[in-house]
């Protein structure tokens, strides 16, 4: 997956799934620059809602910007079903992952302290 550097469109596309999360009051958005370290996917977005209808609002307008953007389409989705106590919805597309968590569920898994070693990647315009 990796060339040395992460190309522009992922970047762009990573930033805009983000920016979607942002858009329905996704807490504490991050995305991670993991390809050095993961090997199969170049960046980690990571972000929260606070139940989950939110999670679910999140994980619905970061596909439909993709859609829009003419981006990937999720390769895989996981943990579209709701478990009792733990939220967790992954969205594969390759060259991204994207991990939209309910607070409590994010606080147990904590990946930014996993991954603290990988860079910060700016999204948010000034």
């Known amino acids: 997956m990796r060339n040395n550097l992460v190309t522009e469109d992922i970047k762009r596309w990573s930033k805009q799934a983000a920016l979607a999360a942002d858009e329905k009051l996704g807490k504490d ?3 991670l ?7 199969i996917t170049d960046i980690f977005v ?3 809602g606070s139940n989950y209808r939110q999670v679910r609002a999140i994980v619905e307008e970061i596909e439909e910007q993709m859609l829009l953007l003419d981006g990937p389409k999720a390769e895989t989705i996981e943990g579209q079903e709701y478990q009792e106590g733990s939220i967790w919805v992954l969205l594969d597309y390759g060259g991204f992952i994207v991990h939209v968590f309910d607070e409590e569920t994010r606080a147990i898994y904590d ?3 996993l991954w603290n070693d990988c860079p910060r990647i700016e999204w948010q315009e000034d």
């Open 33 to 39: 620059d993991v390809g050095d370290l993961v090997g």
């Open 29 to 31: 958005t991050v995305l």
């Open 111 to 113: 990946l930014e302290r």
């Open 46 to 48: 990571i972000t929260s």
